[in-house]
């Protein structure tokens, strides 16, 4: 009883004050954007850029349909083992790299690009956390409601957690090598992959609003979770709003790592 009430005074606490708080601070945002832009340089994507990202989404798509494979058709025993585990990380950081080598190729700055020079490391950590803190509750009011639409339509998803692979981890060494994957190498490997390249150069043609959405759905359709869809649907549009808001590609770095970090420590805690 005592754990339901907790959990009730949780819910009302975070619809009542914390929804509306990030409510207001990402709309302040987005009518900041509005009417002075963003602080991204602009970008002139021609058609071999465009080319390389059709290139990418091709790569991203049959690197999730193999994961889907492996994790469904082998068993999760086997999905969630060592070298499972390094050959997951290892894709998108491979593609990341791949990326890399292109921009180089195509003559861009690298440290530009990310927007290295617009903030210093103590802003970056500053507005991380602030945007952070004001993303969290729209997170967690997207995922009761995934939740709860499951439930009122009778379907039980395979995979009602936020991080399955992290929560069908048997070992604990197998596990920080998870949690190290999920923290560390895929934040920095997939806002490279999504907003910093996917995002500029669709952005050229569809505009700042049509490519956010169109890049946050391919982002939360290539996680394979149906009950975390609408989360990281939600994720991504704030991190997208922070890399505008802030020109610096460490932003939503920092911002990602840090909600897989929160994300994954309950299942590092009752391990």
Do not use: Q
């Amino acid at each position: 009883m005592g754990e339901v009430t907790f959990r009730s005074l949780l819910w009302v606490f975070l619809m009542v004050v914390w929804l509306p708080f990030g409510l207001v601070v990402y709309r302040r945002r987005l009518s900041g954007l509005r009417r002075r832009g963003g602080e991204l340089s602009e970008w002139a994507a021609g058609r071999p850029e465009w080319i390389a990202a059709f290139v990418l989404v091709g790569l991203l798509i049959v690197g999730a349909a193999l994961a889907w494979l492996v994790h469904f058709g082998a068993g999760a025993e086997k999905a969630t083992g060592f070298w499972e585990v390094i050959g997951r990380d290892g894709k998108k950081v491979a593609l990341c790299a791949a990326v890399i080598f292109f921009l180089r190729a195509r003559g861009v700055r690298l440290a530009e690009f990310a927007g290295r020079s617009k903030l210093r490391a103590r802003r970056v950590i500053g507005l991380g956390l602030w945007l952070s803190v004001a993303m969290f509750p729209l997170v967690m009011t997207a995922f009761g409601a995934s939740l709860f639409a499951c439930h009122a339509f009778g379907f039980k998803p395979p995979t009602p957690a936020l991080f399955p692979e992290i929560a069908g981890v048997p070992h604990r060494a197998t596990f920080l090598v998870h949690f190290a994957g999920v923290v560390l190498l895929a934040p920095f490997a997939e806002e490279v992959l999504y907003r910093g390249y996917l995002y500029r150069v669709f952005k050229t043609r569809l505009g700042a609003a049509a490519s956010a959405i169109l890049v946050s759905l391919f982002f939360a359709a290539v996680h394979l979770n149906v009950t975390a869809f609408v989360p990281i649907f939600v994720v991504s549009l704030c991190l997208t709003i922070a890399y505008e808001a802030s020109g610096s590609l460490r932003v939503p770095i920092f911002m990602h790592a840090l909600a897989n970090f929160v994300g994954c420590l309950p299942y590092w805690l009752r391990g």
